[in-house]
């Protein structure tokens, strides 16, 4: 998955799962503040993102994720696309 791709899918995510206005989304928003994620939200995120992807997050990596940047980090990284 490249960068695009992961970005494109974790933007439809947020905006499907939890309503946020698309505008709200860039790669610096932090998840906890600007986009009002609660820590129970991102386990969800990250699971849908396995069912789209086929690919999960370690927990090392999900304590690491504080921006929409960061999860496509991770999912590039991954992949092996960092």
């Known amino acids: 998955m490249d960068r695009d791709a992961a970005y494109a899918l974790i933007s439809r995510l947020l905006v499907e799962l ?19 994620i609660d820590s129970i939200d991102a386990v969800d995120l990250a699971l849908e993102f396995r069912k789209h992807t086929g690919r999960q997050l370690s927990p090392d990596e999900f304590k690491k994720i504080r921006t929409v940047g960061d999860i496509v980090d991770a999912a590039c990284a991954q992949a092996g696309n960092a």
């Open 18 to 36: 939890f309503e946020i206005a698309p505008e709200k989304i860039a790669p610096e928003a932090n998840l906890y503040q600007d986009l009002d």
